[in-house]
């Protein structure tokens, strides 16, 4: 039995020092514009989730998802959010696609976290997503107008709607499309 313990830890070993040279050699590839392996997003996203519920505070959302919580929301979200998670107009943001893992494009899957764990998501960020930490920018109530707002995506009022139209000179500013050459 001795000898069989001995092996196993030496076994273990080798395959953690073995994983350890692997990646300081640069043998594993980090590249944000390559899919990364369902055992990489499995992992990922399993250990993402156990973190989120270990170290979200019980704590309740505050606020009602009242107009003026509502509004304030997607002004926050206009602001901070929009250009990663999308719009009504456009659900697919370019920028967004462009991370991995997929930034979520909240106007085509509407967040299913429970509102203390998005909370606690906007405030800390996610290492190594491109989702920073807010918690140096938006203060408390900030953040839950944003958690109201994300909760609410599917049943936003008309004056919330509006503020996620984009400004009318950003679509008239545009630039024509360039002519091609014959």
């Known amino acids: 039995m001795r000898g069989f313990l001995i092996g196993f830890i030496f076994a ?29 997003m499995h992992l990922a996203m399993a250990a993402v989730d156990a973190s989120t ?24 979200f206009m602001d901070h959010c929009a250009s990663c998670h999308g719009l009504p107009s456009s659900p697919d943001t370019q920028f967004g696609k462009s991370f991995n893992p997929p930034v979520p494009q909240f106007f085509k899957e509407a967040p299913d976290m429970a509102e203390n764990q998005n909370f606690y998501i906007i405030q800390h960020g996610i290492r190594w997503s ?36 984009p400004p009318a000179s950003a679509t008239a500013a545009a630039p024509p499309p360039a002519a091609t050459k014959r």
């Open 130 to 165: 491109g989702m920073p930490a807010w918690s140096g920018t938006l203060n408390d109530t900030q953040t839950w107008q944003l958690v109201t707002f994300l909760s609410n995506t599917e049943k936003l009022p008309p004056a919330a709607q509006k503020e996620l139209e």
């Open 12 to 40: 273990v070993i080798v395959i953690l020092g073995g994983t350890y040279y692997l990646l300081k050699q640069g043998y594993v590839d980090f590249n944000a514009d390559h899919e990364p392996s369902h055992t990489e």
């Open 53 to 76: 519920d270990r170290n979200a505070p019980q704590v309740k959302n505050p606020l009602t998802a009242n107009e003026d919580t509502l509004v304030a929301g997607a002004k926050l």
